[in-house]
């Protein structure tokens, strides 16, 4: 039986034109073997509308030199532009000052500066730093080498069944050896949304700083970094329809002045001599070297675009599709969705007891579908479900219902290839 | 109605290998055993075999993954048993030239017999890994190597 939710499907067209929005998204148009490409792998990284690829173009047909360095006319325009792109990304998380936003390559470089910088001056040997069960590699890796090096210990937040992080294990952890709390807003493999806000909350009651990885938060709800109050937050461009390469490491003035630089080099000093190197203001001092200027200025075009469109539109509109696919996705026989939190943001993992995640993503590929399997770069969470893989299905904000209808069709295909 | 590529790829031999793998179990005379591992998909696959004399005498394998590797553990230790270990080898350097697309169509396909399902493997590069596992695992067994062989 397909329960198909007219309403819903109404709601969304009402107030949202999906359909518009597509037009802004010209990879969206192309056909994989002769089939409308249907993309679902927006946690890996989303498409990019005209208007951030037009500002790319436009940056290097125009306005390309270094930043920070030169007195000619286009440095100045290059360094106008990029530092409009950090008061753009301020804005958008609603930081208190350009000065708390760093340019990164991305997510995971943010993690590593912390790690290397906060870490390092902080940790020591028994300390203890906090990260859950579902972390992307991504904030479980940096914290080894940190704990490796300074003799620490990493503390895992255990999860349920459904994918939610047990809250009174968690508050057990804490004691006064943990200097670090670091964990996903919201889980690029189960979509739950964690409850950062009372995270942080019981962190500060313990005068614990909080790093929270926003890589798949940013695009699909309204972060606000002070009502958060959390320390750090880190996030990728190229999953908020921005370009690859260019990211976020978001910090309160007052832990980033105390500090020291991750990289030395260009840009993030303001005297050198064979003695001694002072350092450059914030947030120069954590930018050594050329920045990805492009990238920066594309991010902050990408920023445009998804507040002209409203986060809090994007927000529903994905809530619907996530409703809908989870309804559509329970009809088909067999599939068991992982990750099934109260919470949860438009990410959709299933697995079958018979088929194998690879197996559904070959048959899939070959419907113009578009989606990830695999371990999605969070091993201990597979071994927390004892399995290898899933297959993932992860919606945008140009998704739309009949692509659901798509996946769904698609997938039962393969499993009356399978089932024959 | 299937792509010829796909059907190609998954034959209904290589779904009825996938469905009841042959020997698909702990050998409990295993003299020598090797684990293999595809960190991209977390593939994980148990070799036991039993060798005397330099003959495969019997082989089982354990574990998970797709069709593609279950289908070719499957296949493959149906049709090591009772060869020779050079006589394996010789046999993966076979497949591993039709899997990845050396192999004159006609040269000497026979004589990999049933292993010739796979051939659909090569249009697919990603998944000439998951067809080789096993015997990377199963070389490295014979070779009584103790660690986990991975496809990295
Ligand atoms: C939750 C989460 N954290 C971190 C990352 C790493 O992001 P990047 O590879 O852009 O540094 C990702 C991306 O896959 C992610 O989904």
């Known amino acids: 039986m397909i329960v198909k939710q007219e309403p819903t499907v109404k709601e969304i067209k009402n107030t949202?034109?999906?359909?518009?929005?597509?037009?802004?998204?010209?990879?969206?148009?192309?056909?994989?073997?002769?089939?409308?490409?249907?993309?679902?792998?927006?946690?890996?990284?989303?498409?990019?509308?005209?208007?951030?690829?037009?500002?790319?173009?436009?940056?290097?047909?125009?306005?390309?030199?270094?930043?920070?360095?030169?007195?000619?006319?286009?440095?100045?325009?290059?360094?106008?532009?990029?530092?409009?792109?950090?008061?753009?990304?301020?804005?958008?998380?609603?930081?208190?000052?350009?000065?708390?936003?760093?340019?990164?390559?991305?997510?995971?470089e943010s993690i590593n500066l912390v790690a290397n910088s906060f870490g390092r001056s902080n940790v020591k040997e028994g300390d203890?730093?906090?990260?859950?069960?579902?972390?992307h590699h991504s904030n479980i890796v940096p914290w080894q080498f940190l704990c490796n090096e300074k003799k620490a210990k990493l503390k895992i937040i255990p999860i349920d069944d459904n994918?939610?992080?047990?809250?009174?294990?968690?508050?057990?952890?804490?004691?006064?050896k943990t200097k670090l709390i670091s964990v996903?807003?919201?889980?690029?493999?189960?979509?739950?949304?964690?409850p950062v806000k009372e995270i942080i909350e019981a962190a500060h009651k313990n005068n614990i700083p909080v790093l929270l990885d926003a890589a798949q938060s940013v695009n699909h709800l309204p972060v606000n970094v002070q009502k958060l109050d959390c320390e750090f937050l880190a996030f990728s461009g190229h999953k908020l329809y921005g370009p690859t390469g260019i990211g976020v490491l978001y910090a309160k003035e007052e832990i980033l002045k105390t500090m020291p630089p991750f990289m030395g080099g260009?840009?993030?000093?303001?005297?050198?001599?064979?003695?001694?190197?002072?350092?450059?203001?914030?947030?120069?001092?954590?930018?050594?070297?050329?920045?990805?200027?492009?990238?920066?200025?594309?991010?902050?075009?990408?920023?445009?675009?998804?507040?002209?469109?409203?986060?809090?539109?994007?927000?529903?509109?994905?809530?619907?599709?996530?409703?809908?696919?989870?309804?559509?996705?329970?009809?088909?026989?067999?599939?068991?969705?992982?990750?099934?939190?109260?919470?949860?943001?438009?990410?959709?993992?299933?697995?079958?007891?018979?088929?194998?995640?690879?197996?559904?993503?070959?048959?899939?590929?070959?419907?113009?579908?578009?989606?990830?399997?695999?371990?999605?770069?969070?091993?201990?969470?597979m071994q927390r479900y004892n399995i290898a893989a899933t297959s993932r299905a992860s919606f945008g904000l140009y998704n739309t219902i009949e692509e659901v209808d798509i996946l769904v069709d698609s997938v039962k295909r393969v499993i009356e290839v399978f089932n024959a | 109605m299937l792509d010829p590529e796909l059907r190609e790829l998954y034959q209904q031999v290589i779904l009825d290998h996938n469905k009841s793998p042959r020997n698909f179990k702990k050998l409990e005379t295993a003299n020598r055993t090797a684990e293999g591992y595809n960190p991209l998909c977390g593939d994980k696959i148990n070799i036991f075999v039993d060798v005397e004399k330099d003959i495969v005498k019997d082989i089982s394998f354990q574990g998970s993954g797709c069709a593609i590797s279950k289908a070719s553990a499957s296949l493959m230790s149906t049709v090591v048993k009772g060869k020779s270990i050079e006589e394996a080898k010789k046999i993966f350097e076979k497949f591993h030239d039709l899997i990845t697309g050396k192999l004159d169509?006609?040269?000497?396909?026979?004589?990999?017999?049933?292993?010739?399902?796979?051939?659909?493997?090569?249009?697919?590069?990603?998944?000439?890994?998951?067809?080789?596992?096993?015997?990377h695992t199963m070389l490295s067994a014979l070779k009584n190597e103790d660690k986990t062989v991975t496809t990295e």
């Not at chain 1, 203890?128 to 972390?135: G, K, V, Y």
């Open chain 1, 184 to 194: 996903v807003y919201v889980s690029n493999s189960l979509g739950t949304v964690n």
């Open chain 1, 128 to 135: 203890e730093i906090i990260i859950s069960n579902m972390e």
């Open chain 1, 266 to 381: 260009g840009d993030m000093i303001s005297k050198v001599t064979f003695e001694e190197t002072t350092f450059n203001e914030l947030p120069f001092k954590f930018e050594a070297g050329t920045s990805n200027i492009a990238g920066a200025i594309g991010l902050g075009s990408a920023i445009d675009y998804v507040t002209s469109k409203g986060i809090d539109k994007i927000a529903n509109h994905e809530a619907d599709l996530l409703e809908y696919a989870t309804v559509r996705l329970k009809e088909v026989p067999g599939l068991k969705i992982i990750g099934n939190a109260r919470q949860k943001s438009a990410v959709i993992s299933f697995i079958f007891d018979n088929i194998h995640p690879h197996d559904i993503g070959t048959f899939l590929d070959y419907e113009g579908v578009a989606i990830r399997t695999g371990h999605h770069c969070t091993q201990p969470l």
């Open chain 2, 105 to 135: 169509e006609d040269e000497s396909i026979e004589e990999l017999g049933k292993l010739a399902v796979l051939a659909g493997v090569k249009e697919f590069p990603i998944r000439v890994k998951c067809a080789s596992l096993a015997w």
């Open chain 1, 16 to 108: 949202y034109d999906v359909y518009k929005i597509r037009e802004d998204f010209p990879i969206l148009k192309i056909k994989i073997r002769n089939k409308p490409l249907c993309y679902l792998d927006n946690a890996a990284t989303t498409q990019k509308p005209q208007q951030v690829l037009d500002t790319l173009n436009k940056y290097y047909t125009s306005m390309n030199s270094n930043i920070h360095r030169g007195v000619h006319y286009l440095s100045g325009v290059a360094t106008d532009a990029y530092e409009e792109a950090r008061i753009k990304v301020k804005n958008f998380i609603n930081a208190k000052s350009g000065k708390e936003i760093i340019f990164t390559r991305g997510t995971t």
């Open chain 1, 163 to 176: 994918g939610e992080i047990i809250f009174d294990e968690f508050l057990n952890l804490i004691s006064d």
